[in-house]
């Protein structure tokens, strides 16, 4: 019940493009929901996140879609660049102490040029 | 920006060694965390810490691993004797309460020989 499962685990995007990655959750505890952004041999940086109560939040070029009912939310980045290659990963916290991320499994994101 | 830093970048250590990982969070933060990730593999909460004790620890965190902040500056993660499993990428990472974002260092890669 603790688990965020991620997809897809490689995305490959022209230059231009719409990238797209989906997370989705089971525990109904989780009210926060961050997107991290992490380049090779560095710490996960946050790019962008969203609580329950908004569908959409969008900020330059990132979009994150949420849909409560169906305990899912997703990534989109619009234009997509070679510089935006990296790994990203969806993670939610729960109410209660400590608040410890629960990460997804990943999304390993490849824009050519 | 502040950011969070972590010493050192590369550590290398013989099984059954202890080594320590030192982290200084952003100065005016009070919630402070510990994350592993194997290569390859997603971000794992190990330990959150407040208030100058442990509020939560995953089943990773065991008999092996403690924490501490020596200072009003460091925060450590020391793991007595280290195994060939202990081998991951560990993460700091801190947040002014428990509501806001947690900010992650740059890692130290640990590698147990």
């Known amino acids: 019940q603790q688990q965020v499962k991620q997809s897809p685990q490689s995305l490959i995007v022209q230059k231009g493009g719409i990238s797209i990655i989906n997370c989705a959750y089971e525990n109904t505890a989780f009210d926060y929901f961050p997107w991290y952004q992490q380049f090779p041999g560095k710490g996960p940086a946050l790019l962008i996140a969203?609580?329950?109560?908004?569908s959409e939040k969008k900020e330059g070029r990132f979009t994150i879609s949420f849909n409560k009912s169906a305990k899912q939310f997703s990534l989109h980045i619009m234009d997509s660049q070679p510089g935006d290659s990296a790994t990203y990963f969806c993670?939610?916290?729960?109410?209660?102490?400590?608040?410890?991320?629960?990460f997804g499994s990943g999304t390993q994101l490849t824009v050519l040029p | 920006e502040p950011e969070v830093t972590q010493t050192p970048s590369h550590q290398v250590t013989q099984m059954g060694q202890e080594v320590i990982l030192r982290c200084v969070p952003i100065?005016?933060?009070?919630?402070f965390y510990w994350y592993r990730q194997i290569l390859g593999q997603k971000v794992e909460f190990l330990v959150s810490f407040y208030n100058n004790e442990i509020s939560e620890k995953s089943e990773i965190f065991d008999d092996q691993f403690s924490v501490e902040r020596p200072d009003g500056s460091n925060f450590t993660l020391k793991i007595r004797s280290t195994k060939l499993e202990d081998s991951a990428m560990y993460f700091c990472?801190?947040?002014?309460?428990?509501?806001?974002?947690?900010?992650f260092g740059p890692g130290t890669r640990l590698l147990v020989l």
């Open positions: 969203i609580r329950p109560d908004v």
């Open positions: 990472a801190s947040s002014r309460t428990e509501q806001e974002t947690q900010y």
């Open positions: 993670a939610a916290i729960g109410r209660g102490s400590a608040r410890q991320l629960t």
């Open positions: 100065s005016n933060h009070l919630y």
